[in-house]
Structure formats: C-alpha cells, structure tokens
C-alpha cells in the first residue's frame, strides 16, 4: 500500500501562487508515476500535471506555463507549484501515484478568488 498526504491548498487572489507537497509513504519502492489531478463538483477529475521516474513531466494544456511539478518517486515528495492562478483552477486538488495500482490522497481544496 502507498499512503499521500497533501498539504498546501488554501484561498488565493488571482495571479497568486501556491505551492502543493504531496509526500508518499508505505511500499513506495517501484512507483513509477506521481501526479496531481483536480475536481470540481459535477465534473470528472482531470489530470493537471505528472511526473515519471525517469523524470518525464506532462501537463493539461490550460496549466502549461503556469504550473510546474518537480520532485518524484527518489525524493518521496512531489509538488505542484502554481503560478498566475486564476479563478477557473479552483478545484480539489489530489495526488496520484501509480505503482502496480492507483493511490489518491485525500485531496486539498484550491480556492482562487478575490
């Protein structure tokens, strides 16, 4: 089993920045994928960013230049830092990890608002 936990979420003005940490713990060994998705109410959950083993990133195209992910499966930590934010990122935001199976965490709230 592969435990996240996320910290970082909040209330943010417009333009703002925060930065999300999601650290992993358990069997961590061999996860190969870490990543960070985001819900809305009524909406499916949309992948905003992962991160490979291998270093490999890839973002949804509203996030590109926005949002960079950084650490990985070797630091046990992944983030997620979110710049220029506007009001349509508010959403949960949850983190992924792919290791023979798909962990979520628990989620954190992102408000972008003014």
């Known amino acids: 089993q592969v435990q996240l936990v996320e910290s970082g979420g909040g209330l943010v003005q417009p333009g703002g920045s925060l930065r999300l940490s999601c650290a992993a713990s358990g069997s961590i060994r061999n996860i190969y994928r870490m990543g960070w998705y985001r819900q809305v109410p009524g909406k499916q959950r949309e992948l905003v960013a992962a991160?490979?083993?291998?270093?490999?990133?890839n973002y949804a195209d509203s996030v590109k230049g926005r949002f960079t992910i950084s650490g990985g499966n070797a630091k046990n930590t992944v983030y997620l830092q979110m710049n220029s934010l506007k009001p349509e990122d508010t959403a949960v935001y949850y983190c992924?990890?792919?290791?023979?199976?798909?962990?979520w965490g628990q989620g954190t709230q992102v408000t972008v608002s003014s």
């Open positions: 992924n990890a792919i290791r023979e199976g798909s962990y």
């Open positions: 991160i490979t083993n291998d270093g490999s990133t």
